[in-house]
């Protein structure tokens, strides 16, 4: 074949992947990003067990859903702390090796989580303790993975290279919880809730691997002039002092404080499950839900890279997300219920790529670790404020109004709020290249 229809074959796949709606998989192509995609996914599969376990073991010890929201607590102030923390110390250490060690200590508590399950300990105050320790890892790592990947894919493929991370994550958010709900089923409560903590510990050992496999990635040198990167108190300080002068920042992460605090009904689920569709066998289609929309859209994702206006879609998407949420708290039909989340989990993944690729595009790489240390803390600790405002309200009014009213209120507080703060509706991104990998993305 001749150089010039070599050349016009590969102009024609590019044009075919510009204009598909299929997701785009050329991230894949880059060995570091493939491995890390693998070990995080089969990961985050086997966390989804211990995801549906704790809710579920801590309404059977408790039968209150308010002790179910406190979970969201236990894991939020972790978060606070080491979310911050984590994030200042991926700008001065090998990425790589505080990724494993962060790993570990997530990994130690799923291990105590399956422990106290084996001897029936069934006390809710060692589940808070271990749901924090677990969060502390989690907060750690999470900032250090995302500001990984700019470093080993080409600008232009940011957005796709989340895409992947979100879908396949989401994949696991459905097949887990599923799983889950078929083993609490078949073996009832108490033993399903020891084998999920088992199948997660089993299976976070390949993420050990995938991270083992990455390349070092040591801090890049600070610019001349620049403070040298810190990770005290200095560090966490320089990084907030970048946010607050970038409205666009801050207005993503205030629509996803508004979407998660006010419309997440992830603490309700056990409840409702029970009182509504009788039990076991519900409460995993409920919890993979909102994850069976975010796969759907992310299989049909292949358009997101190709919006201009990002902060408009991120707009719309949070509101899709809440009038979607207000409706399934009105159903009465499990399947429309499931219907209904899924709507709003598509939504949610396009929020999410367009969040996280506003902000890695806007980060310099010595702050990068630093703000998605604080987005981790917005990210994961939304939710978390969500879980305990969804079961101290449905404790003081009903499931219906706590899960319905506030998808209804998140919609109308993001409209009002870009509305009223206009920077967020006017963001474009960038041009940024797609080729021009790394060297050490291909080790």
Known sequence: MSQDSVESTEKLVEERERKSWVI???PLRVKAYR???IGNGVAFFGFQFTSVAVPVE??????????VGLLGIAGLVPLLVFGLWGGALADVVDRRKLLLASSMLAWLATAGLLVQALFSVNSGWLLLVLTAVQSAGFAISTPTRQAIIPRIVPG???PAANTLAYTTTTAGGVLGPLAAGLIFAVAGSGTGVTVAYLVDAVLFTISFW?????????PVE????????SAGLRGVVDGLRFLVTQPVLLLSFAVDIIAMVFAMPRALFPEVAADRFGGDWAVGWLFAAIAIGSVVGGLTSGWIGRV???????????????????????AHSLWLMVLLLAVGGAADLVSAVYRQSILQV??????????????TVVVAGGPRLGDLRAGGTAELSSTTFSWAGGGFAAAGLAVVLAATFPALLRYRPPASPVADNPDEANR
């Not at 801590?58 to 002790?67: D, G, K, P």
């Not at 600070?222 to 990167?229: L, N, Q, T, Y």
């Not at 806007?362 to 987005?375: S, T």
Request: glycine content about 10%; aromatic content about 10%.
């Open 24 to 26: 785009d998989i050329r």
């Open 35 to 37: 491995r890390m995609w």
């Open 58 to 67: 801590m309404y059977a010890i408790t039968h209150s859903s308010a002790w």
């Open 156 to 158: 232009g493929l940011v």
């Open 210 to 218: 995938a991270t083992w496999k990455l390349p070092s990635i040591p």
């Open 222 to 229: 600070h610019e001349p002039g620049a403070p040298k990167p």
């Open 308 to 330: 201009k206006r990002q902060g408009v879609a991120l707009v719309i998407a949070v509101v899709a997300w809440g009038v979607a949420i207000g409706l399934s708290g009105l």
């Open 362 to 375: 806007y980060a310099p790489d010595h702050l990068r670790g630093r703000l998605q240390g604080v987005f």
